[in-house]
């Protein structure tokens, strides 16, 4: 299933389509126009369209969100799910929420379907992330964790502790050396 949302490229499903929504000119990062998460972009009319169509970034005119790209049913349309789906580059599953219904992921049926992909992902080291603006909650199959503001680019560390019934896992930000060792040259 989560194999099927793709966010880069792809072709929408078949009978599938934006319709009146704009959801993806407001909930992302669109590093082409050094647009922030969770703002308008300038050139969208929301519900209408974007006001520069032919002359649009190629990160928007190759984007298809997850409902577009999956055979997920209309309650997952952003327009009224308020959730903007994407496969992640290590392939887990963003589920990037519009502010203004910033608990919307926890409504059904969105976080049963987000705990099921959590629980199938996890034993291949792929997680599932809910981003509000700048904050980001890891969704494990037994708890969540709010991790507060973090940039795109950091990694998550998941952590296991050996637990009554099996591994536990917990989710945290990279500590204060991540970014140093990140940079430091390779040693041969
Ligand atoms: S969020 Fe999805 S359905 Fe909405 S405009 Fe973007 S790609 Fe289309
Ligand atoms: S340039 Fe157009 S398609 Fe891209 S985010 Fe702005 S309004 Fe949306």
């Known amino acids: 299933m989560t194999g099927a949302l793709q966010s880069d490229g792809g072709s929408p499903w078949p009978g599938k389509s934006c319709g009146s929504c704009t959801m993806c000119c407001k909930v ?97 080291r792929k997680y599932v992330v809910v981003r509000i603006g700048k904050r980001a909650i890891c969704v494990l199959p037994d708890q969540d964790y709010d991790l507060g503001p973090m940039e795109q680019h950091e990694p998550l560390v998941i952590e296991t502790a050996p637990g009554p019934n099996g591994p536990v896992y917990r989710a945290r930000k990279p500590d204060e050396g991540y970014a140093a060792r990140a940079s430091a040259p390779a040693k041969t």
Not at 67 to 72: A, C, I
């Open 28 to 124: 992302l990062l669109i590093a082409a126009l050094d647009k922030p998460p969770g703002t308008w972009c300038p050139h969208a009319t929301p519900g209408k369209g974007c006001g520069i169509y032919n002359e649009r970034p190629h990160e928007c005119r190759k984007f298809h969100c997850g409902y577009l790209s999956s055979e997920l049913s209309e309650e997952w349309h952003p327009v009224k799910s308020k959730i903007v789906l994407m496969a992640d580059p290590s392939g887990g599953v963003t589920a990037v929420v519009d502010a203004s219904r910033p608990d919307a992921w926890k409504d059904k049926p969105f976080y049963p379907q987000l705990k099921a992909w959590a629980r199938q992902l996890l034993p291949q």
